[in-house]
């Protein structure tokens, strides 16, 4: 069976929703899933709807090939840095950061995109003029069949909204 997305790269926000949700498995079998080692160090566990904590154990996942793990080189994450205004680096955390570093220093094909719910990896795609390499957690469910009610962050409307914003942005600091 062909893979929905054969090149998607996953905050940490998102994969620890995934894991909350019970979908992350399930996602692993439609998709080739990348994340920068960054979000492999934050995403440690999730808590449920009671409060208990459960971890999130990549390890087999990434043993497996499921999931692949990638190293952001320093002169990637200070290009970007330098190419976005200063005023938005305290938003930027850091599993972000090596993400859109990582996304925005890769050739044009094959197409990754990025599955963030932070508003600021979607404001630096669109002020980068590359708001189609950002897609939300809702667009990644629906495509495999698992369409469940989101906090407003996760949505397409959010992304499309933040990335609207940061083209504005991008387009009066020229």
């Given at each position: 069976m062909a893979k929905k997305f054969r090149f998607l790269l996953l905050?940490?926000?998102v994969l620890i929703e995934l894991w909350r949700r019970g979908v992350w498995?399930?996602?692993l079998t439609l998709c080739d899933v990348t994340i920068v080692e960054t979000v492999r160090h934050e995403a440690r566990f999730f808590e449920d709807?009671?409060?208990s904590r459960h971890d999130i154990d990549?390890?087999?996942d990434i043993a497996s090939?499921?999931?692949?793990?990638?190293q952001v080189p320093i002169a990637e994450i200070q290009k970007?840095?330098?190419?976005?205004?200063v005023s938005w680096h305290p938003d930027m955390n850091p599993g972000e950061t090596a993400s859109l570093a990582w996304l925005l220093a890769q050739p044009p094909e094959p197409?990754?995109?990025?599955?963030?719910?932070?508003h600021i990896t979607f404001r630096v795609l669109g002020m980068k003029r590359r708001s189609a390499a950002g897609i939300s957690l809702e667009e990644v469910l629906a495509s495999i069949g698992r369409v469940q009610k989101l906090a407003r962050h996760f949505t397409k409307q959010y992304r499309e909204d933040i990335s609207r914003q940061g083209f504005a942005d991008g387009i009066t600091a020229s």
């Open positions: 905050d940490a926000d498995k399930h996602l709807a009671e409060g990549l390890d087999p090939g499921d999931v692949k793990v990638v970007l840095m330098e190419d976005i205004p197409a990754y995109l990025v599955c963030s719910a932070d």
